[in-house]
């Protein structure tokens, strides 16, 4: 690398920079203390682990975003973190030990060695809450109910909705056909393309009873509002019980959450199959049409923490914190500063003292340097008294 590059940032990594670090900071307080008020109990994991237990139950895809490097103490090869919610899963199984619903939240640091978009970031700031020990309609309503908060208190829930699918509905689906594992990725890559020619093509090609192929040719056409459930009952009503408990599920959850937020924009896609690798029951997203990718998103993963060696069911979110904040719909008004004037007075610095104690930024000029730019008030002195002009 030239000298003259090397003050340059890795691709899809960049500086915060004031006055966007001190609103990225208020909010993470602001989030953590909405957590806090839902009992959910702070935890901070490390940046690097073992790589196995980083790709625990998680599947290939995370291995892929995930940079690797050696440990110089042990020789055994380390991962930093692409995704905290695997560590979490940890801390639950053999750190806390609790019994019965454990709830955890978060805020750190990823890293990702791919982008999952051109102008993506590759250092995002993930913040999430997981729920273990319950696996049932109630811990998931709440994690949805505490995810859409979260958009609500950052700000960012202008025209909101939210995506609904449920990976049980594909596996029955699967199940039923008898696919291969190889066919089963095949048909899964075109459902997530919605690549409908395509997909045409494969199905046709497969030696598979014509009702089966009927079902497998609709799933990717099985988006929309709450009338997709209706289609879906009347689709699969000879379909495997797994399938038939999948739509109820979704139906009973949607019924619950619209309940909770009236105004919130409900859409179900049922051959949504984001982590499906990961997730075992619902998946669920966020979106706004301000951004083109997920405000927030997450799941149920009952399956992770017996890869772990004690079995939890386990369902939770997660968003970019830094993305929250670029949507904040209201950004925090900026802060107000008083500069001080120069010296060791005592009843100068008391007052500085004091206005700082009471939330205001106060700054201090040191000798020779001219008064901030940003400036909104001074410290004077008046009949004997400090007293702040220009608020």
């Not at 999430?128 to 309503?141: K, M, P, Q, R, T």
């Not at 095949?186 to 997909?199: C, F, G, I, V, W």
């Not at 049409?289 to 890869?307: C, T």
């Not at 009843?347 to 700082?356: D, Q, S, T, V």
Request: net charge negative; hydrophobic share 45%.
């Amino acid at each position: 690398m030239a000298l003259a590059d090397r003050w340059l940032l890795p691709e899809g990594v960049k500086d915060i920079l004031p006055p966007e670090a001190s609103q990225i900071e208020a909010m993470r307080r602001r989030l953590l203390d909405l957590f806090d008020s839902w009992g959910y109990d702070l935890v901070m994991p490390p940046l690097m682990e073992h790589l196995d237990a980083l790709l625990t139950g998680v599947g290939g895809e995370l291995d892929l975003n995930t940079f690797k490097l050696t440990d110089q103490l042990s020789g055994h090869t380390l991962g930093i973190r692409a995704d905290i919610t695997p560590q979490v899963a940890r801390i639950d199984a053999h750190r806390m030990r609790n019994e019965g619903a454990s709830r955890l939240c978060y805020c750190s640091s990823v890293l990702h060695a791919r982008s999952t978009q051109p102008l993506a970031s590759r250092n995002p700031l993930q913040i999430g809450a997981e729920l273990f020990g319950h696996a049932g309609l109630d811990s998931d309503v709440e994690v949805i109910a505490l995810m859409i908060e979260t958009l609500q208190t950052a700000g960012a829930d202008s025209e909101l909705s939210l995506d609904l699918g449920h990976v049980g509905i594909f596996r029955g689906l699967m199940e039923d056909a008898g696919l291969s594992s190889a066919e089963q990725a095949e048909y899964q890559s075109m459902l997530q393309r919605k690549a409908l020619p395509e997909l045409e093509r494969f199905l046709n090609a497969l030696d598979v009873d014509a009702r089966l192929l009927d079902r497998l040719a609709e799933l990717p056409r099985l988006h929309g509002g709450i009338e997709v459930l209706a289609r879906a009952k009347a689709l699969f009503a000879d379909a495997p019980q797994m399938v038939l408990d999948g739509i109820d599920y979704l139906e009973q959850l949607a019924a619950r959450v619209a309940k909770r937020f009236p105004d919130l924009d409900l859409y179900f896609d049922l051959s949504e199959l984001r982590g499906y690798n990961y997730h075992t029951g619902i998946v669920f997203a966020a979106y706004t049409p301000a951004y083109g990718q997920a405000l927030a998103k997450g799941g149920r993963y009952d399956d992770i923490g017996q890869d772990f060696g004690r079995a939890r069911p386990a369902t939770g979110f997660s968003a970019d914190l830094k993305t929250l904040v670029d949507l904040a719909a209201s950004q925090r008004d900026k802060a107000s500063v008083v500069v001080a004037p120069a010296g060791e007075d005592v009843a100068l610095l008391y007052k500085i003292n004091e206005l700082r104690a009471q939330g205001v930024r106060v700054i201090q000029t040191l000798s020779g340097d001219d008064q901030p730019a940003n400036s909104s008030a001074e410290l004077v002195l008046e009949n004997g008294e400090w007293t702040v002009k220009g608020l």
